[in-house]
């Protein structure tokens, strides 16, 4: 046998080999070597030069030697379909560190479906899977008949006689195997997982060559048994077969399963930590002490965290105690550090599950913003996005802005920062709601123009609930209602700032409840009564024109008249610059306790009551005194108290973010058109002059026409001929005239935006005329699903609500009703109206939130641990999934501790 230097061994084996197919023409062609080798040592010479060096890179080609020859059998094989494994076995290159794919990336791996072509390969190379699977299908399917043999016998007939293989074999000797492709029978443990042999040479039957002498076969198998080398063999191979069928049995799933062991600890503890950071981020309690960490020696107490690890510790968290317990000082994930961490990774959570709903809603979003200093006097920008969720509008917190200068351009820039920082796009902002100031609402440098030339679509829209407070305000510029407004601001101020007062007021309302209760005291009212009867008979006949009664004026008491309603009040509230339905509340507070407000301005302007009361108390409460005994304040008061409530609904609603601009635009409408009608009307008026008439008896004044002189620059100088047309003329239509006019002149834009959404209602589905439909698509017309078809859908609708008796009459009960599929140009139009913010009120209820987590027992926090602990604290509803918060936390950073297994 030629052996060129192009072929190569494998140890412990003799495998034949061919030269592999090169494209070089130099090479010599393939040439297919013997199955058998008798001699070993005859090459001894020729192969220790391959063993010295290392074979070269060139491709091999593995080839059955007597695929030709092999016995074929019919039927069908009961292992399921099998990749049949080519005899041309892929070519492999062998280096120094076993076999691996060649340059033509042929995969070495495939499944080895007969025993014959293990001993053609190298053995490292076939998996554990194919090794496994050939341990399993060692045995022929039943089916299958095996070939005869011819063996010499003068015994029988014809002196030959015919053997087989035997499937008793098999039973007796589970390291059988059976090749269809030799016809012979080979020891799997030998072949798969062979040994060198100790002891002289190993056979080459059963392991290199099959065996085919059925006539010896059973001494010969019990020989082979008794092997050393197969016993050991065997020992390999059923511990092999052990470890596959019992997985846990592996060393890698054994490491495995000892990790996830520890990953759940360790995971355990961390999520007993974050509870503990939730918990008081979500009740607005401070984490850190003075000291929270080993610096500062005999310091007991280091922080209402500290004393929450120690209590579930002593609760039973034995996992937290465990690690308490082992860790290194250095890895205890419980310092500033780590809680900076922890929290910013739950920020990240409150937002991504924001903005999920933002996207799972229909991606457009409404976007308001206001300003607020806090307690380090730093600017923050309080950033709030308004989206639907289920078809219902919600107002969410998603950021809080540090900024360092709050010109238009820059609070604009932060804006869209953050936006993209936690996913939104700002081009999908469809609306933007500031309150007035110029650098959010300027029309040249302003945020909301700086904002549209980023997003086009974003109409900027006033507050609505600033601007009612602007309205109402500037209606009262009429100078009694001024006056009025200053005094009760005055008297909340005079008790506000000293407990001595505020005691003697008090006292004052218990006396009162007392007086008032008792029937005997009765008397000096009664001398009011009369004295007032002839000024109240004089104007009898003008209340009868305004509608009125004169009976109604004997049966108007004075305001302290239940003694337990007014022991529940003891405080008077001082008026709100901003919050009107705080003014409200203010108004009917200043009623109530009227009567127990004289008392005590009295007893400390005349020293009485037991105590001494310095100069300046005394002169302030004799002017406060005389200011709202005088008939133009109880009449000033009087007025606005009636006026105001009629806003005082829409007031309370405004706060809320549930109302949507169309809502909004008609409870201003109704409030407008109502406060319009008793404009005309004399009968409210007569109302309000009866609580004029109980307001003055409860003070013991007589309500009369002010002094008057030819010329007046300070105050009205109507004439009136009574007291209730004086009051009507210069304190009612003035004030009536001006609210309507702010109102009117202030609701102006939000009047144009709704009206369009207005017309979608079906209830309202008649006015919506050709002109409207074309000025509501070109408006929205960049939005729409479909707009070509737009004026269709419109006569549609119109069509679909027009024999329907129960029509929604809400906005959004109208998107309830209005079907996507069908109306999808109308669905988009109405859910881009409820995305619309009315006011900031949600915005001002995140800045006042702001003094809570930031004052001045924490003025030096980071704006991270800022927004994370705002986070906590505004969404309480949303549940924080602590699985992966630990799973961002333990990705971000390499960490000595294993909070996620790296086997898995």
């Known amino acids: ?18 030269i592999s197919s090169s494209p070089n023409p130099e090479q010599p062609p393939k040439e297919q070597l013997s199955t058998k080798c008798h001699s070993k040592g005859s090459h001894q010479s020729k192969l220790s030069r391959y063993f010295s060096t290392p074979p070269t890179k060139k491709q091999r080609t593995f080839v059955e030697d007597n695929a030709a020859s092999a016995p074929q059998n019919e039927g069908t094989s009961q292992m399921g379909p099998i990749k049949q494994v080519e005899h041309n076995v892929q070519a492999t290159s062998v280096t120094s560190t076993g076999v691996t794919p060649d340059s033509t990336g042929i995969n070495t791996h495939a499944l080895v479906t007969d025993i014959s072509d293990v001993i053609r390969v190298i053995c490292s190379s076939i998996t554990d899977e194919n090794k496994l699977w050939l341990i399993d299908h060692r045995e022929p399917e039943k089916a299958f008949k095996f070939p005869p043999r011819k063996y010499n016998d003068k015994g029988e007939k014809g002196g030959v006689k015919q053997r087989y293989c035997c499937r008793e074999w098999f039973e007796s000797h589970d390291f059988l195997c059976y090749s269809k492709a030799d016809d012979g029978l080979y020891c799997l443990s030998c072949v798969l997982f062979p040994i060198s042999s100790s002891r002289g040479t190993r056979a080459r039957k059963l392991i290199t060559s099959p065996y085919q002498n059925w006539k010896d076969a059973r001494s010969d198998l019990i020989k082979h048994c008794g092997l050393h080398y197969h016993q050991n063999s065997k020992a390999l191979m059923d511990g092999f077969i052990e470890r596959m069928n019992n997985p846990s049995m592996m060393i890698e799933n054994r490491l495995s399963a000892q990790q996830a062991k520890l990953v759940k600890r360790n995971r355990s503890f961390i999520i007993s930590v974050i509870k503990c950071i939730e918990l008081c981020g979500r009740q607005w309690i401070s984490l850190r002490g003075h000291r929270d960490d080993d610096t500062m020696e005999g310091t007991h107490n280091k922080g209402n965290f500290k004393a929450l690890i120690d209590l579930r510790i002593d609760a039973g968290d034995t996992d937290l105690q465990i690690h308490k317990e082992a860790c290194a000082r250095n890895a205890t994930y419980m310092s500033k550090t780590s809680q900076n961490e ?19 809603g229909s991606g457009f979003y409404g976007i308001s913003a206001d300003e607020v ?49 936690v996913g939104l796009d700002p081009t999908l902002c469809r609306a933007q709601t500031y309150d007035g100031a110029a650098n959010m609402a300027g029309c040249h440098n302003g945020c909301a123009k700086h904002f549209q030339k980023v997003s086009p679509r974003a109409t900027y829209y006033h507050c609505a ?55 005997e005291d009765s008397g000096p009212e009664s001398e009011v009564d009369s004295s007032d009867s002839e000024n ?85 409460a004799n002017g406060l005194l005389h200011q709202i005994k005088s008939p133009t304040f109880i009449a000033a008061f009087q007025t606005a108290s009636y006026l105001f409530g009629f806003t005082k609904s829409i007031s309370q609603s405004l706060q809320g973010n549930s109302m949507d601009v169309v809502d909004a635009y008609k409870h201003i409408s109704i409030v407008r058109d109502q406060l319009m009608s008793i404009r005309q009307s004399k009968q409210s008026f007569g109302k309000v002059y009866t609580k004029m008439l109980a307001m003055a ?18 105050r009205n100088n109507m004439k009136g001929k009574n007291p209730i047309t004086y009051y009507r003329r210069t304190l009612y239509v003035p004030f009536v005239d001006g609210l309507v006019q702010q109102l009117r002149d202030r609701f102006q834009g939000m009047s144009a935006h709704a009206l369009q959404g207005l017309l979608l209602i079906p209830t ?44 929604p009459s809400t906005l959004k009960a109208s998107l309830g009703e209005c079907s996507p599929s069908l ?58 999934d602590y699985e992966e918060i630990v799973d961002e936390y333990a990705t971000c950073h390499p960490r000595r501790m294993s909070f996620v297994n790296p086997l898995q």
């Open 536 to 620: 109240d008979s004089s104007i009898d006949d003008e209340i009868s024109e305004c509608g009125e009664e004169s009976e109604e004026n004997d049966e108007m008491q004075p305001a302290p008249d239940n003694p337990q309603f007014q022991a529940a009040k003891k405080k008077i509230k001082p008026m709100c610059e901003t919050r009107w339905v705080e003014r409200h509340t203010a108004f009917s507070d200043f009623e109530d306790l009227y009567q127990p407000l004289l008392l005590c301005l009295e007893t400390i302007s005349t020293n009485q009551g037991g105590r001494t009361w310095d100069a300046k108390s005394k002169t302030e």
């Open 342 to 360: 922890l929290l910013l990774y739950i920020k990240k959570y409150i937002q991504k599950t924001l903005v999920e709903q933002i996207k799972d």
């Open 1 to 18: 046998m030629d052996i060129t230097p192009d072929t190569i061994f494998t140890p412990n084996h003799v495998v034949p080999l061919v």
């Open 823 to 880: 109306f999808p140009n109308v669905h988009t139009m109405m859910m881009l109206l409820l995305i619309t913010p009315v006011t900031s009120a949600s915005v001002e209820r995140s800045n006042s939130s702001l003094r809570h987590i930031k004052n001045r027992y924490r003025s030096t926090m980071t704006e991270d641990r800022l927004n994370a602990l705002m986070m906590l604290f505004v969404h309480r509803d949303i549940p924080l």
């Open 697 to 714: 008896k409860v003070a013991k004044v007589k309500l009369s026409i002010p002094r008057r002189c030819g010329k007046q620059t300070k």
């Open 373 to 421: 200093t806090d307690i380090s006097n730093w600017e923050q920008i309080g950033l709030v996005v308004r989206f639907l969720k289920n078809g219902e509008p919600v107002e969410k917190l998603i950021d809080f802005i540090e900024c360092e200068s709050c010109t238009g351009k820059v609070i604009c820039d932060r804006i869209l920062q953050s936006l993209q920082h």
């Open 465 to 519: 609930s600033h601007e009612l407070n602007l309205a109402l305000s500037h209606a009262c510029k009429v100078p009694e209602i001024h006056n009025m407004v200053c005094a009760l601001k005055s008297v909340g101020i005079f008790f506000k700032y000293s407990p001595k007062r505020q005691r003697t007021f008090e006292e004052s309302i218990v006396n009162v409840s007392e007086k008032t209760a008792s029937p």
């Open 764 to 807: 309202n589905l008649e006015k919506l005329d050709d002109e409207c439909q074309q000025k509501l698509l070109e408006f929205y017309k960049t939005d729409l699903p479909s707009p070509s078809s737009a004026l269709q859908e419109l006569a549609v609708w119109k069509r679909f609500w027009s024999s329907r008796v129960d029509k």
